[in-house]
């Protein structure tokens, strides 16, 4: 029965083969129609299928072959996890100890507070008096130092020092000092007079020395005691100086524009090598008058110029000066460029120094306590000359300012306004008009920040 059927398949496989090399369309149509059929066939009873609820479900249990515990201790043991490792920022404070900083910074590490404690170079991080030092500390998961670094500035301000503290391979802590240069960034702000100038750059996050300068730029056209108005507004661009990105001083004021009862004054700084620098307006007119407003950088007047009831005579008498009420020891400055005439004690002056300026004037600073410079010695505007006190005929700390125009007492405060400013010199002017465009950008910039902040 079976070579029978073989038979059949051989014969009926030659007729194909045969059929197909006389007719290959025909055939490969008839074949196209037959899949085509089959794939109808196909997808009619495909929904005919079995439910895949009915289907039949086994539950298989195999054993793992899961590694020995020594196998895993030493799998750790070739590929150690990633040491985890803290980064944390502080400042030093005026009563710190190596135990509170350590403490504040998360880093109980009774190790690094002995070698913080004892070691000369780490030492210097918490003398006396040093505060407001950045600290970062870098420590391990389970809070032991393995980094410190700290910045304060050279005795010359004009780099800085840094003090690294880190642990070594064999666990043992080693510090080392190094030196580096201050880098210059600019910081722009802005405020809002509502009570005082100090109260304002308060409130704006404005260090004191910026507040100080600001008030020196425009002193020749506001009086900060008694000219400022609610609603006064100001924007001011200086510099930061920072080591390694952190801030350890302010630099000087670059350009600031204040408005005092709707009036606007604007200042910018401007120095090239080879020309003294200066503040400027933007139409290049300095903002440097060749007299000071105030001999004190920043204090008040407690005795006008003119008549006045005089606190030892009891008598009113003509005052031909002006005091400015300050504690002993405040440093004074000459409100002009000259030549130190004299400098010694005088009868009722008490410890005085006179500076002859251009065209016979001159200045007088009485009851210091403190002289510091000679006779016949250069000053520039600025320089500082000795301090307040109370000597000779006083009955508290102040300084008594006196200024003469050929021999005839003037009063001192109008003296500031009335004196001419110095334009920028001629061959510099392409030069500022590009510093000037600068400045001006970073202004509206700064004050766009106040405007923001107001909205």
Do not use: C
Request: charged share 20%; net charge neutral; aromatic share 6%.
């Amino acid at each position: 029965m079976t070579r029978p059927l073989l038979l059949t398949l051989a014969q009926l496989f030659d007729a194909t083969a045969q059929t197909l090399s006389r007719h290959p369309r025909r055939i490969m149509g008839g074949l196209g129609v037959v899949l085509l059929g089959t794939g109808v066939t196909a997808f009619g009873i495909a929904p005919l299928a079995p439910d895949a609820s009915d289907i039949p479900v086994r539950q298989v249990i195999e054993a793992l072959n899961v590694p020995a515990q020594a196998d895993i201790d030493a799998l750790s043991a070739a590929q150690p996890a990633a040491m985890l490792v803290l980064f944390r920022t502080e400042t030093t404070r005026r009563d710190d100890t190596a135990q509170s900083l350590l403490q504040r910074l998360g880093v109980p590490d009774s190790q690094a507070q002995t070698f913080l404690r004892n070691d000369p170079l780490a030492r210097q991080l918490l003398q006396a008096g040093r505060t407001g030092r950045p600290v970062s500390i870098e420590a391990n998961e389970r809070n032991e130092l393995l980094r410190l670094t700290a910045r304060w500035l050279s005795a010359d301000d004009r780099g800085f020092t840094r003090l690294v503290v880190e642990k070594s391979e064999d666990g043992t802590l080693r510090s080392r000092l190094e030196q580096g240069a201050l880098t210059a960034s600019t910081r722009l702000a802005s405020g809002v007079i509502r009570s005082s100038l100090f109260a304002a750059t308060d409130e704006a996050g404005i260090p004191d020395p910026i507040a100080i300068q600001l008030a020196e730029m425009f002193s020749s056209d506001i009086d900060f005691r008694r000219d400022l108005r609610q609603g006064d507004r100001f924007s001011v661009v200086y510099e930061s100086l920072e080591a390694d990105g952190e801030a350890l001083r302010t630099g000087r004021v670059l350009s600031a524009e204040f408005v005092n009862n709707g009036k606007e004054h604007e200042a910018m700084w401007f120095e090239e090598p080879g020309h003294r620098g200066g503040y400027y307006g933007f139409d290049g007119q300095s903002s440097r008058r060749y007299y000071l407003s105030s001999p004190l950088e920043f204090s008040r007047v407690s005795s006008g110029y003119g008549m006045r009831f005089h606190p030892i005579s009891g008598t009113r008498k003509p005052h031909m000066g002006v005091d400015y009420a300050a504690p002993t020891g405040t440093p004074v400055r000459t409100i002009g460029d000259g030549v130190v005439e004299f400098a010694g004690v005088q009868r009722g002056y008490g410890n005085v120094i006179y500076v002859r300026h251009r065209n016979n004037q001159m200045t007088v600073y009485a009851h210091l306590s403190r002289i510091g410079v000679r006779k016949g010695q250069r000053v520039d505007q600025g320089d500082f000359i000795g301090a307040v006190g109370s000597t000779g005929a006083s009955t508290g700390p102040h300084l008594h300012l006196e200024f003469r125009d050929n021999g005839v007492h003037v009063d001192p405060l109008s003296i500031a306004r009335k004196s001419e400013s110095v334009p920028v010199p001629p061959a510099l002017r392409q030069r500022f008009d590009a510093v000037a465009h600068l400045q001006r950008l970073q202004l509206d910039a700064a004050a766009s920040i106040q405007q923001a902040s107001a909205e």
